[in-house]
């Protein structure tokens, strides 16, 4: 009984930070660089060591959040350099006969636009879908297979992410090169998004990267690809790259990308206009060059997965070790156990079997 | 894909199977059977999902582990612990399900990623309720799928179609994922308290990882 009112205690002890964010739930911060001048807006709450890759490629670290204000202070890192994609040129279009495939699915399917939806969000299915499925049009014309979900995640909550997790791993399964997770920002000033690219009025498309998953590197490597293949083809359609805290299932692929057309308030017209760039972009970017692997065993690339595998690693040997730590009470005999685990998950393939 | 990003996919996933063996390991299962049942889980997980109407069943990420709950339920040794572990799944469930609807719906927003969340509530209520690790782990995995099919039917309720997912992302769905985490955090609470209750005393030679 006494165990049970403990239980009690604690979950309740958690339902005040929950119904904060609640609160929290419809924030809209400005992010603002060193000097106080604005950087963007973002629809969530950002949180210290987020970063933010600008459109013209300044590269900031989130320092400070101001949560009254509804404002985040970043630091700058300088100029961020783009990956290196002059293989991506006229008239250079994939000569693989590898089958090209890739993924598409809303989390967040109630996602709407106002102007032609009439609301910001839809239960039973928003606008968005409307958004993915111009993008799969588009790229299936380019001989792209598109493996697409209509899948509906409703409700809006934070469980909608565990629900699409069985999307985007089913979708995975189908053997696809990249994985799209297709939304839009809940940023109030559709001005933000708008943009111009070859005399046609279209919205601006955000790049987010979660930073907290051993793919991450891997993601933010292929969202830089993206952009630098876009800011060479069609400089003005991608707004920024915002690398937040979040896995968004982008740890069950290593080239998994959340997508974000325009934002509530845009005109869904130019968002739909965007599409048919985004999808020129996005096969460039995973197909383009003369030997129709872009990027593909790039340096940076690889780069990036070997830091998450390092990181996974590591912090699977930290864990052992803090446990044997605390089972045992010094670290000598820590060490050991840690040693007869290592031992018996890996069968003695490196140490050697325990002798009896 | 590059050779670093097929090896990233190949060590996230023997990362899990490994850290799937070690806990399946310190249940009411041999070494091998706990391999074994790790292994179903991840072939299991590649296999596509079973259809039943607006039901959609995993083999490796929904009925696997529950297989491994039932199985555990069986072989409890006392009425009382079934009864924990049937209360801790319950209690598990409707954590899951709140904490689901309060929080935030942007990861971001929030201090710690929600399905990392769901299997330490599991931990945390089974080792409140019994301190066991079986029923920590019947408390991830059943308390996870209680709160998908809650959330589905209350959904269907509405009026919208939705498909009930139990599993879907098999070996990394969020319910193998609850269920090793909250086994993890249960060993884990179980050592550190067992420590500082303990304070400089030596542990016992067991304990010491000497025969």
């Known amino acids: 009984m006494k165990k049970l009112f403990v239980l009690l205690c604690v979950l309740s002890a958690l339902l005040p930070f929950a119904a904060r964010a609640d609160e929290e739930g419809g924030a809209v911060y400005e992010i603002l660089d060193a000097n106080g001048a604005a950087l963007t807006w973002y629809a969530g709450v950002p949180q210290a060591g987020d970063e933010y890759i600008s459109q013209d490629n300044r590269h900031f670290r989130i320092v400070r959040v101001d949560a009254d204000a509804r404002r ?10 783009l990956p290196d994609v002059s293989w991506d040129q006229d008239g250079a279009r994939p000569v693989s006969q590898k089958k090209r495939a890739v993924a598409l699915y809303c989390t967040h399917s109630d996602e709407s636009y106002e102007s032609a939806d009439g609301k910001s969000s839809i239960d039973k299915g928003g606008g968005i879908f409307d958004v993915a499925e111009a993008l799969k049009k588009h790229l299936e014309e380019k001989g792209v297979t598109v493996h697409y979900s209509s899948e509906n995640h409703f409700p809006h909550d934070a469980g909608a992410y565990r629900r699409s997790r069985a999307t985007a791993a089913s979708l995975k399964e189908e053997g696809v090169d ?30 987010l990267v979660g930073r907290a998953n051993q793919n991450s590197d891997a993601n933010r490597h292929f969202a830089a690809q993206i952009k630098a293949v876009a800011d060479k ?53 995973l197909y383009g060059g003369v030997t129709g692997a872009a990027g593909k065993d790039s340096a940076a690339g690889n780069r990036g997965a070997y830091t998450g595998i390092a990181w996974l690693l590591g912090l699977m040997v930290i864990g052992m070790f803090i446990y044997a730590l605390l089972a045992t009470g010094s670290r000598r005999a820590a060490f050991e156990k840690w040693k007869g685990n290592f031992r018996e998950m890996t069968g003695g393939l490196f140490s050697g079997r325990k002798k009896d | 894909m590059s050779v670093g990003l097929i090896l990233l996919s190949g060590v996230s996933a023997l990362v899990l199977l490994g850290a799937a063996q070690r806990v399946l390991d310190r249940m009411q299962l041999s070494d091998r059977a706990a391999l074994l049942i790790a292994a179903a889980i991840f072939v299991g997980g590649l296999i596509p999902s079973l259809r039943l109407g607006p039901v959609r069943l995993n083999l490796g990420g929904a009925a696997v582990p529950l297989g491994v709950c039932v199985y555990l339920l069986i072989r409890t040794d006392t009425k009382q612990e079934l009864f924990r572990a049937l209360l801790g799944t319950v209690l598990t469930g409707a954590a899951v399900f709140a904490l689901g609807r309060l929080l ?12 990392y969340l769901y299997g330490l509530s599991g931990g945390l209520i089974a080792y409140l309720l019994g301190r066991s690790r079986r029923a920590a782990f019947i408390c991830g995995v059943l308390g996870t799928l209680l709160a998908d099919t809650l959330s589905a039917v209350l ?25 090793i985490l909250a086994v993890l955090l249960a060993e884990f609470l179980g050592e550190a308290l067992e420590r500082l209750s303990r304070g400089r005393k030596a542990p016992s030679p067991e304990r010491r990882g000497e025969p």
Do not use: C
């Open chain 2, 104 to 115: 935030p719906a942007e990861p971001e927003k929030m201090w710690i990623e929600p399905q």
């Open chain 2, 155 to 179: 959904t269907w309720r509405a009026g919208i179609g939705q498909t009930l997912s139990l599993g879907g992302a098999g070996a990394f769905d969020t319910v193998v994922i609850a269920g």
């Open chain 1, 72 to 81: 985040a202070y970043a630091d700058s890192l300088g100029d961020f350099q």
């Open chain 1, 178 to 207: 990249a994985i799209f997770d297709i939304h839009r920002d809940g940023i109030p000033d559709a001005g933000q998004y708008e943009s111009e690219v070859n005399g046609r009025d279209v919205t601006k498309v955000r790049l």
């Open chain 1, 233 to 285: 083809r069609y400089p003005g359609l991608i707004k920024d790259i915002y690398i937040g805290k979040g896995t968004y299932n982008q740890d069950l692929m290593p080239q998994a990308v959340l997508l974000e057309f325009g934002t509530h308030k845009s005109d869904k017209s130019q968002v739909l206009a965007s599409t048919a760039l985004m999808a020129d972009v996005l096969d460039r970017a």
